[in-house]
């Protein structure tokens, strides 16, 4: 894991970017294993989590940041760059 982020309002939930198996697992305090989030993702390695109860991840890998549970990019060209439009491995 690259990046850890709580969720400030359950308390409870703990995102997980799992970098080498390019995906996100959502793990509740307690519970004997996590779920995936998000998957097919790129080197996910930084990740945010917003109050309204969005999640936005850094891939590295595409250069972008994605936001879910839609999936959409918010960011970045989805290839890496120093264009105006591009990143390059963002971090969340």
Not at 5 to 19: A, E, G, K, Y
Not at 39 to 46: E, R, V
Request: aromatic share 6%.
């Amino acid at each position: 894991a690259y990046d850890i982020q709580l969720d400030h309002h359950s308390n409870d939930t703990l995102f997980i970017t799992d970098t080498l198996n390019d995906r996100v697992k959502k793990w509740h305090f307690g519970a004997p294993s996590g779920e995936i989030m998000a998957s097919k993702l790129s080197q996910p390695l930084g990740i945010h989590v917003h109050t309204q109860g969005s999640v936005f991840i850094a891939e590295c890998g595409t250069s972008q940041i994605s936001k879910w549970p839609q999936g959409m990019r918010v960011a970045g060209a989805g290839r890496p760059g120093s264009n105006i439009d591009s990143l390059s491995c963002p971090l969340a």
